[in-house]
């Protein structure tokens, strides 16, 4: 069975800094998908970035991007220039390429950016 | 930017009772998705469905619960009878593919069972 562990329950960050949220997942499929949600405190669930496994390359999306090592099983999300608005709870998830949509979360990382 | 949709946003329920908890996929959506999140614990996956037909469930997703695109635009939950330990957020999530297709995700419905 896959499982997903996000180890750090909570995390601060001043405004304009750097951060970097851990995600580690254990499965032995080769066809999958990775994914952070971002939950704000209005509760809906936000697409942060999707990264497909088949591809070395990692995903980046404007100011977010990942440190994917597949070996490693490891998932990393990086914020760069955190902004008062990236204040949320942080969700990082897999999906198996042969399911038909069970996403498998992570507990969350609630991540506070300070002015 | 197109959105899912849930309504209602909060419901209170007696024990035993019946809820339905409603959603409006994106509109060109043909996958749709239950999740729910008791308090404090991870976000678990009920059920997927595609046309008109379950195409995967958990074990949490018993014969209490059920769901229905009663219409060419609601996707719906149905817990039968109601159980102290059914209170969590309901998540209602949608897709234009199936197997390995981003999910998008409404805002959630907190049900709570007295």
């Known amino acids: 069975a896959q499982t997903v562990t996000q180890s750090q329950p909570e995390m601060s960050v001043q405004e304009a800094e750097t951060v970097t949220l851990s995600c580690t997942y254990d499965t032995s499929e080769n066809n999958y998908y990775l994914f952070w949600y971002k939950q704000p405190p209005s509760r809906q669930m936000i697409l942060v970035i999707r990264?497909?496994?088949?591809?070395?390359q990692n995903a980046t999306e404007n100011r977010f991007s990942v440190n994917f090592q597949k070996a490693a099983k490891s998932f990393s999300l990086k914020i760069s220039d955190s902004q008062l608005g990236d204040t949320a709870m942080y969700f990082c998830?897999?999906?198996?390429?042969?399911?038909?949509?069970?996403?498998?979360f992570g507990k969350g990382t609630k991540l506070s950016v300070k002015p | 930017e197109p959105e899912v949709t849930q309504t209602p946003s909060h419901q209170v329920t007696q024990m035993g009772q019946e809820v339905i908890l409603r959603c409006v996929p994106i509109s060109n959506h043909l996958y749709f998705y239950w999740y729910r999140q008791i308090l404090g614990q991870k976000v678990e996956f009920l059920v997927s469905?595609?046309?008109?037909?379950?195409?995967?469930k958990s074990e949490i997703f018993d014969d209490q619960f059920s769901v229905e695109r009663p219409d060419g635009s609601n996707f719906t939950l149905k817990i039968r009878s109601t159980k102290l330990e059914d209170s969590a957020m309901y998540f209602c999530a949608s897709s234009e593919q199936g197997a390995g297709a981003t999910q998008y995700f409404g805002p959630g419905t907190r049900l709570l069972v007295l």
């Open positions: 469905f595609y046309n008109n037909e379950i195409s995967e």
């Open positions: 990264q497909e496994a088949y591809k070395q």
């Open positions: 998830a897999f999906l198996y390429g042969g399911s038909q949509g069970n996403l498998i």
